[in-house]
């Protein structure tokens, strides 16, 4: 009975939070409780404040039907990216509004997982001290990274930088908060994201390919995640597209990743152009390669695009997704230049029959959509769980 009481309040939960302002004879309708059933679990939401009333609107010769949404102040949500060169960290009401964020820089020669770890839990702490965040309120923190999360006895991070080898990030998180902690791939958190609220809405089979300093992607099968038997699925930028390739720094040579990440795109664009000055910001040095009118620069920028239109081929013809959706903040900025170019080598490169059944789009949710991705692991258990959680303490 308590698991059916449950089940009942998550159904009318996820109802009224992905489809809201709801009335109770429309939450009926689409989770196909009883009117008495949906009666009793909405009480239950509205007293304990999960719901709240949303105003009415007419019936068809009735009184006018009361309407119900989410309560944004019941809880706050907190997300966080770790980026190879930053780490930002952001409060959510529980509609995932953001009430305040926090931006610490990372070198990209010093990915130190010391550092990080405490960027992470300075941003925490400056938001969490912020005027709009309720401390007694928080559900907890989700942390979206690059690299494969292991969950066996343990949380390991295997990044592909030598300072990220089996990091052991929950255990060295948990030394300096109590808040609960939820930690996925970066890939993973930005296409949850993409598909509760951006271009993935209504896909079941989707491809959401992150491309920033690296590359990644989250692949979702049926509407899940797909993880692979040890978590590592989606490390698309370490598949290989030119043998004795240039080399990457997973210790491979002619990775996709080599070719289109924004930090490969920069050194090979310094590299073409004698540029010797010292690297200061990554993103600059890449939307200064995209804008170089210089041939050679321009036929670089081609050959990334192209290469990308390969991997993404590969991910039609292994996947046969109904979507291709191209984010991360340097895979924006390419796509803005080549998109074209990006679909027409993929088209060339792909099996016809599966590549006609495929969109290949941009993500809708910008370069911040990491952050917000860690933020729903929280309110997804929460919606599973029927809204019942206990709140945290406040932060120490």
């Not at 978590?231 to 698309?236: I, K, N, Q």
């Not at 993404?312 to 080549?338: D, K, Q």
């Not at 809708?364 to 945290?392: C, M, Q, W, Y």
Request: net charge neutral; with cysteine.
């Amino acid at each position: 009975m308590h698991d059916l009481r449950r089940g009942n309040r998550a159904m009318v939960l996820r109802a009224v939070y992905f489809e809201g302002p709801l009335s109770r004879r429309e939450l009926a309708a689409r989770t196909g409780l009883s009117q008495a059933s949906v009666s009793n679990v909405v009480g239950q939401l509205v007293d304990e404040q999960v719901l709240v009333e949303a105003g009415t609107v007419d019936s068809d010769g009735g009184r006018p039907r009361g309407l119900l949404r989410v309560n944004p102040g019941h809880a706050t949500v907190i997300g966080v990216e770790v980026a190879e060169t930053w780490v930002r960290v952001k409060a959510f009401d529980l509609t995932l509004a953001v009430l305040a964020e926090e931006t610490l820089p990372v070198e990209p020669d010093n990915q130190d997982r010391d550092l990080v770890i405490g960027h992470i839990l300075t941003g925490l702490e400056k938001v969490l001290a912020a005027d709009t965040v309720c401390t007694d309120r928080v559900l907890g923190v989700g942390v979206g990274v690059p690299g494969v999360v292991q969950q066996d006895s343990e949380l390991l991070v295997h990044g592909h930088t030598a300072a990220w080898r089996k990091v052991p990030l929950e255990a060295l998180l948990r030394k300096g908060t109590d808040l609960p902690l939820h930690i996925d791939n970066g890939a993973n958190t930005m296409g949850q994201a993409e598909m509760w609220f951006g271009a993935g809405r209504g896909a079941k089979h989707a491809v959401i390919a992150l491309i920033g300093s690296g590359v990644g992607a989250g692949v979702i099968a049926e509407g899940n995640p797909f993880r692979g038997a040890r978590r590592s699925a989606g490390e698309w930028g370490h598949t290989t597209l030119a043998l004795d390739g240039p080399p990457c720094r997973c210790g491979s040579r002619g990775c996709l990743e080599s070719f289109t990440g924004a930090a490969a795109v920069v050194a090979r664009h310094r590299a073409a152009m004698n540029i010797s000055t010292p690297l200061t910001d990554e993103a600059t040095a890449f939307r200064a390669a995209l804008a170089d009118p210089a041939p050679q620069a321009q036929a670089l920028i081609e050959e990334s695009a192209r290469y990308l239109g390969a991997g993404i081929a590969n991910l039609v013809n292994l996947f046969n997704p109904e979507r291709i959706l191209l984010g991360g903040w340097a895979g924006l900025l390419l796509a803005e230049h080549t998109l074209p170019l990006i679909r027409d080598t993929a088209r060339a490169y792909a099996l016809r029959h599966p590549f006609e059944g495929t969109q290949i789009a941009l993500c809708e949710l910008g370069p911040d959509a990491i952050a917000l991705g860690a933020a729903t692991l929280l309110v997804n258990r929460f919606l599973r769980t029927g809204g019942v959680h206990k709140l945290s303490p406040p932060h120490r």
